[in-house]
């Protein structure tokens, strides 16, 4: 068989670009260490959320130096916390989220970021971010999950160092 | 039709679509700085990302 050189040249352009894509995906991936949701946060019983020590007093707690984690239920149509009072971390940090529904599917998604997921009634759903910079993000439900659903908004600020250090100070 | 006398044969790499290498060229270009664009914005501006 004979092929022509265009073809050949396109047949290996087009090898070139397929391992071109997946390299500069395995790149963020191993490197970067950018990641997927999945569902390692597990399940849980929808009408035991309350009696559950992670979501009885939903929250922001410090687990490591760096570390932080949130503790969230949306409901309709608010985040707590995020919604009647933000969520405070500081920059440099690492902040595992886990949320869950106590009633209907929810999104759960900081504004203009790949951090987000779907919350859904009975699950948990964990992903852990990197704030490397302080700033605000809005924090919006993207699920439609009732009347108010456009309204189903919270605020996730991170802090400046010093600022930070201030409030902590401020707390006692 | 007179079509017939205008014919020519020639061999199989005397066929040289020049125009058609460089549209996919340019194509192939267009493709891989969009992609290149995407990836950026997508994993390495800086924002918060997904690490787990």
């Known amino acids: 068989m004979e092929i022509h050189k265009y073809e050949k040249a396109w047949l290996v352009g087009a090898l070139v670009l397929i391992f071109f894509f997946i390299g500069t995906i395995a790149y963020v991936s191993a490197v970067v260490g950018v990641d997927m949701v999945d569902d390692s946060g597990g399940a849980l019983d929808v009408d035991e959320v309350s009696e559950d020590e992670r979501f009885a007093d939903p929250r922001v707690e410090q687990v490591g130096e760096d570390e932080y984690e949130v503790y969230m239920i949306a409901q309709q149509f608010i985040f707590r916390p995020g919604t009647h009072d933000t969520v405070d971390v500081p920059e440099n940090s690492e902040v595992t989220f886990y949320v869950t529904s106590i009633d209907v599917i929810h999104g759960f998604q900081l504004v203009g970021t790949n951090v987000n997921t779907m919350v859904i009634p009975g699950q948990v759903a964990e992903i852990t971010v990197e704030f490397d910079e302080p700033g605000e993000h809005g924090i919006i439900c993207n699920e439609y999950c009732g009347d108010a659903h456009a309204d189903m908004e919270g605020l996730l600020v991170v802090h400046p160092e010093d600022e930070w250090e201030e409030m902590q100070g401020g707390d006692g | ?52």
């Open chain 2, 1 to 52: 039709m007179g079509t017939e006398s205008r014919e020519k044969e020639i061999s199989h790499d005397e066929f040289d679509p020049i125009g058609t290498l460089a549209l996919i060229a340019v194509y192939f270009l267009i493709l891989v700085v969009m992609w290149i664009v995407m990836w950026y914005a997508e994993f390495l501006d800086g924002g918060p990302t997904v690490v787990g």
